[in-house]
């Protein structure tokens, strides 16, 4: 077997973003597992754990951004390209989601719609285009780069909120991630009097 099993995305979007969450948690709870001296099979161990943190990462970033925020919220942004009317409040504040396609790109799509029999719903004629462009191999390239730089970004939103949120946590609380109770001295975190 001489190829490698794990893609660039594998090392982009799920070590990246599972190293950041974890590095966050390493640091608001103190665990010191940064500051250590790592043997190989330590080292195996936490790029595992990074990998399957990176994994959940997605899954949720997928979950929340992807298809809570962006498609219900939002939404699917192959009607608005084709110029569906947007909402009013969401189109002011997010212009570049609701932006249509050129008039001259529209009426040329409108053709091959007609020529080639794609069905009229937004949705299902996308994923009509989608299947014919994957036959070009230039085409499928561009477009796995682009959904490899689109799965990162992705990730990295979601894996930094997190990570700022538990630092922001952290700082509102007064925790330093110690013990809440020690016999060796008082708790290291701020308690309301």
């Known amino acids: 077997m001489s190829k490698i099993p794990f893609s660039a995305y594998d090392f982009f979007g799920y070590l990246a973003s599972g190293a950041v969450v974890?590095?966050?948690?390493?640091?608001?709870?103190?665990?010191?597992?940064?500051s250590r001296d790592w043997g190989a099979a330590d080292s195996?161990?936490?790029?595992?754990?990074?990998?399957?943190?990176?994994?959940a990462v997605a899954h949720v970033a997928s979950v929340t951004l992807e298809h809570?925020?962006?498609?219900r919220w939002l939404g699917s942004s192959e009607g608005f390209l084709l110029g569906e009317k947007p909402p009013t409040v969401r189109s002011k504040i997010f212009p570049g989601h609701y932006?249509?396609?050129?008039?001259?790109t529209m009426e040329r799509i409108d053709s091959e719609r007609g020529r080639r029999g794609g069905p009229d719903e937004h949705r299902a004629f996308f994923h009509h285009a989608h299947a014919l462009v994957k036959e070009r191999?230039?085409?499928q390239e561009r477009l796995a780069i682009f959904l490899n730089l689109y799965g990162f970004a992705r990730n990295m939103a979601l894996a930094l909120f997190l990570a700022g949120s538990l630092v922001a946590v952290q700082s509102v609380t007064g925790c330093d991630g110690g013990p809440a109770s020690s016999?060796?001295?008082?708790?290291?975190?701020?308690?309301?009097?």
């Open 22 to 34: 974890l590095a966050a948690v390493d640091v608001v709870a103190q665990t010191g597992l940064l």
């Open 44 to 55: 195996i161990m936490a790029i595992v754990a990074v990998y399957v943190a990176g994994h």
């Open 68 to 71: 809570g925020l962006l498609r």
């Open 99 to 104: 932006s249509a396609l050129p008039a001259a």
């Open 137 to 139: 191999p230039i085409v």
């Open 183 to 193: 016999s060796v001295g008082p708790s290291r975190c701020s308690t309301a009097t």
